[in-house]
């Protein structure tokens, strides 16, 4: 159909005066301080990486970006309150790998975490190693599941509780060998590290950088990393995807807010956060922490966490998990 000349020119009239305003409100954001809302207590991984992310944005954006931390129910207090906040920018979540997992493992939320956000920007992903103590004969992968498999449930594996990140790693690999180990969930990795230590347990999936320095002393043996690929800091330890094709899990943070939020705020965000993670000083101190930049458009966030959701609840259907 084609339009007449007026109508044509008021079309486009109303087109760039929108276009013009959608551009004012990006340059006017933030006009106001931000909350940034942390699942996790004060002096965890997540509180001290959205402090990194939150000093940034402060810094580039002109308007104080403030950690609050709402710890309690696996993340899923702070994730409620900052996901049924308005849309307009001024709350937001720093969202976790344990938000995907909570999706399934939790039967009634108050919240759905993949239709209730809008995905900005991911921050960093940190990979596990699977660990085992010294008195485990098997030396490599291969022989460990040879091993495990001639001793189903004999071996125990720690986890930091039900449907922690270590947790369903462990799970995943045990779907995806048919491995049978006994988990033992503790209240949080630290001591669940400190008994695979004294042999207490025999098997962890735990965070890199907390086991570093027991795996170079020789009190703890890698038997491989669950990333896509080696790591410079563990260079001789091989991937488990390497023996387990298709094996990948990590710990990841992020930053989403409430659903409906406008495309242009998201936008001024996604393109800041990006900018940090590209900046050699804040890669330096997320590396610090044992952790990957990870930047991504929002669409690509959007589809790592379907994808991560989608995973987690197979993993957890599989193996039963109930939470705490």
């Given at each position: 159909m084609k339009l007449p000349r007026r109508n044509f020119l008021h079309l486009a009239g109303a087109t760039a005066l929108a276009a013009s305003s959608l551009k004012a409100r990006a340059q006017s954001?933030?006009?106001?301080?931000?909350?940034?809302?942390?699942?996790?207590?004060?002096?965890?991984?997540?509180?001290?990486?959205a402090r990194f992310i939150g000093e940034w944005l402060s810094e580039r954006l002109g308007q104080p970006f403030i950690i609050d931390n709402?710890?309690?129910?696996?993340?899923?207090?702070?994730?409620?309150?900052?996901?049924?906040?308005?849309?307009?920018?001024?709350?937001?979540?720093?969202?976790?790998s344990s938000n995907a997992i909570?999706?399934?493992?939790?039967?009634?939320?108050?919240?759905n975490f993949i239709r209730d956000i809008e995905p900005i920007a991911g921050v960093d992903r940190v990979p596990l190693v699977m660990e085992v103590h010294p008195s485990v004969p098997a030396k490599t992968l291969p022989e460990f599941i040879a091993f495990a498999k001639a001793n189903p449930g004999k071996l125990n594996m720690a986890s930091g509780g039900n449907g922690s990140p270590q947790h369903v790693a462990g799970e995943l690999f045990q779907m995806m060998t048919g491995v049978r180990m006994a988990h033992v969930p503790y209240k949080g990795a630290?001591?669940?590290?400190?008994?695979?230590?004294?042999g207490q347990v025999q098997v962890m999936f735990d965070v890199i950088v907390a086991s570093m320095e027991f795996i170079r002393a020789a009190k703890l043996r890698p038997l491989a990393v669950t990333s896509a690929a080696r790591l410079p800091i563990l260079p001789d330890v091989p991937t488990l995807d390497q023996f387990v094709p298709g094996y990948e899990a990590d710990v990841w943070h992020g930053i989403v807010a409430p659903a409906n939020t406008a495309p242009?705020?998201?936008?001024?965000?996604?393109?800041?956060?990006?900018a940090g993670l590209a900046d050699p000083q804040m890669r330096a101190r997320l590396a610090g922490l044992g952790a990957a930049p990870s930047p991504m458009t929002p669409d690509e966030f959007g589809k790592s966490i379907a994808d991560d959701t989608k995973k987690w609840a197979e993993v957890i259907k599989f193996a039963g998990v109930k939470p705490d």
């Open positions: 954001y933030p006009s106001r301080p931000v909350r940034l809302i942390v699942g996790f207590p004060a002096g965890s991984s997540s509180d001290i990486i709402r710890a309690g129910a696996s993340g899923n207090i702070g994730s409620e309150l900052a996901l049924k906040a308005p849309p307009d920018g001024y709350t937001l979540l720093f969202a976790v909570n999706a399934s493992l939790f039967e009634k939320l108050n919240f630290a001591p669940a590290l400190m008994d695979l230590l004294g242009d705020i998201v936008a001024v965000l996604n393109q800041t956060v990006n």
